[in-house]
């Protein structure tokens, strides 16, 4: 009984007017395949004659620090396979298919490890500010546990998510994690960095500070000091309480919409200078090599980017056709997503997606469109805006301006092809 | 070296200005015991002649699913004392005075299960929607993945969270987590119930709807139809993961802003009917008693309440005196939070709060006010206001409306006692 009269479309391919659709509610029943109960007798849906043994017997008793259900292990982080079993740097993939909303577990938030992760004893643990400072400072945990703390949700992203879009001459057949799954979600609370820095007196000859952590290695990096002095945070706390040692226990650096290894782990060391150090993160892995041939040191800010995480590579749709929620994740590193458009016919035509909840300044910004697929073949694409005017590239506009063996800050609109059978693949169009 | 006469004070007891604290900058030091480091020679501050181990060896692996450092083992949910060994009745109280921002993590979620936790395989439970519809309904798993979802951050809280300041007569000497951790604050996704309830097609005298859980006892509620047809979510996910089991897995009721036990667990049956079903849950544990004998039932709103949790019971100021940041969390099942006052001098003067980072309708709202103790023993305590002007009550004028013994509801204004020694205690003013 499709009472599909009402529902206006809002592009061709499919794509619905949100609001019309959401209206039409008898007519999602027959197309969502929902059982009718026989309901002859008066009171057959109270009892339940086949009643499930959980329902019958009593349950247990719960633990002090809960995990997922059983029935989901499945969901978990992959190790990215470029990764040499021999070598101490590491790259883990949250499995943003499965997230919905715009917050991403601690058990599950992409970790990429430049020099393994240290097991650090927070009571050892110390934070140097020094360089062209009045006042070298040395805190411990104590000590910044009551300075002034602040909250915000923010997206983390590795300057590398979506390399093998950029680089691969063919789609590879690689679903949503393994293509997106070094960006994640989450709530940071720590202390303003510049209340720290005011404190040991910055000299009117500073410009840089190099920020160092204190794994293995000491991954460092060369931030301008007009960042730190804006919205950077020394983050204690993600999702409500202390970070995970994959996520730089007991301190990280976080700078709201840059490239994930700026936001130093292990936080122990902020040398104010006057010049870049040319660390080796920032002279070799996170430069970027132009089509002119020229190397394009210290482009910190991430991007606008967007994904359909729903349906998305190597996910088969239920039914042969029929009603479906496209749902996926928009960000940019320069403040807030203004809108994402949706194309269900390859980009002929476009829609405006729903951005549903929050639309926060560098968070995940989810993005949601009704769609009823006819069964054929098709391939849906999302394309961000953020509010300051900057749109997505195509793959092909994001390679003209790189080598073509150049793969951080990769951007491109993501298209995933709907085939005739409902499987979902990789596509470049 | 403390440059404290720019701070300007917002009350008296040594509640201060923020704005003038903020920009004080240098003043934090002293206060804030900070160890100078000697930088006589030049690069001093750069090379560390104490490396400790973690910075000189490679660190380990990242795992599939991540889990707290070792060193914050301590920080766990405790089971409420007065939960029979023998029941499967209980408790499970969130560590509220460890955490920032408004998130609390999955693992750390506070829960109450009235019959044990259900073990349920997603694959056979189903959620059925009966009564006085025009079409009953079945839903499984599959069918529902497919539906329109939307993502909220609201608080949970137990209509008994804070039941000993109701009924005891002395205030016991417990910390933040004893009394206030049953209150917890996620990310909720899910399908907006009116969407299941207009499919199934209300009929016009319907005016409730029986809600039941899988567990064993099958927890059910009666909940105004209304109510549905609003806000009411049937959650899947929480912070971004699908619920764990203590949280209802696989689907919960989620009524934003009602007390936690009409937010049915382990859903699985909508009756719509005509009156109440008057179950044992609202005829008995959570119908309130008032001084007048009259016993109230469907009090569902959870009210506007706060408490400081920083610092808070049983924990002990560092220093003898100086420098600290009040902060604690506020909410209201009404709506906002509009303001939340500080008082420094057991309520003689109040000071308004800074509201921190997102303030949202019937979530956990943040709110911090710098505080320089003189060292003194004195009383803390806060006071919320919801956008609807409702104000939280003393604890006299609470228990003055409920009887001796009732303890479900309160919401009264919390006061903490600062010792001379820094020890805090729970505390009747």
């Known amino acids: 009984m499709l009472k599909t009269k009402t529902i206006k479309p809002a592009a061709s391919g ?48 719960d633990v002090e620090y809960g995990l997922p259900s059983e029935h989901e292990k499945h969901i978990k982080r992959i190790q990215a396979k470029n990764t040499p079993e021999t070598s101490t740097f590491s790259m883990w993939h949250t499995p943003i298919e499965n997230q919905r909303g715009i917050i991403t577990p601690n058990g599950l938030h ?31 945990m104590e000590s ?149 041939g020229e190397i394009q040191r210290f482009s910190f800010t991430m991007d606008v980017k967007s994904v359909i995480t729903h349906p998305s590579g190597k996910q088969t749709l239920p039914d042969k056709k029929g009603f479906y929620e496209i749902s996926g994740l928009a960000w940019s590193g320069h403040g807030k997503i203004k809108h994402v458009e949706v194309s269900a016919d390859e980009g002929k035509t476009w829609a405006k997606a729903h951005l549903e909840g929050l639309v926060l300044s560098k968070s995940l910004t989810r993005f949601t469109i009704p769609w009823r697929w006819d069964g054929s073949a098709t391939t849906l694409l999302s394309r961000a805006t953020d509010e300051h005017g900057r749109v997505q590239p195509t793959r092909d506009q994001w390679r003209k301006k790189y080598a073509s063996y150049s793969f951080n800050h990769y951007n491109g609109i993501q298209a995933w092809h709907i085939n005739s059978d409902g499987r979902v693949e990789n596509r470049y169009v």
């Open 144 to 292: 910044l546990l009551r300075y002034p703390m602040v909250s915000a949700i923010h997206f983390l992203e590795c300057a590398g998510n979506t390399a093998p879009n950029a680089v691969s001459l063919t789609a590879l057949d690689q679903d949503c994690q393994e293509l997106y799954g070094q960006i994640s979600g989450a709530e940071w609370s720590g202390i303003p960095l510049k209340y720290l820095l005011k404190e040991a007196g910055i000299k009117p000859e500073a410009k840089w500070v190099i920020v160092e952590g204190a794994d293995g290695g000491s991954h460092a990096r060369s931030i301008p000091l007009e960042k730190l002095m804006d919205d950077a945070i020394v983050a204690l706390y993600q999702n409500g309480e202390r970070l995970r040692p994959s996520q730089g226990y007991p301190m990280r650096l976080l700078l709201p919409g840059w490239e994930g290894n700026t936001n130093v782990k292990w936080l122990t060391r902020l040398e104010v200078t006057d010049t870049p150090a040319y660390t080796k993160d920032e002279s070799g892995l996170y430069s970027d090599i132009l089509d002119s």
């Open 14 to 61: 499919g794509l619905l007017d949100r609001r019309s659709f959401l209206l039409s509610g008898i007519a999602l029943s027959s197309a969502y395949s929902l059982k009718a109960l026989s309901a002859s007798k008066a009171g057959e849906g109270r009892i339940d004659t086949d009643m499930p043994v959980w329902a019958k017997t009593p349950g247990h008793n």
């Open 110 to 140: 992409f970790s990429v490890n430049h020099n393994g992760i240290p097991e650090i004893d927070p009571q050892q643990h110390t934070l140097r500010i020094h360089g062209l400072v009045g006042r070298p400072l040395k805190f411990d």
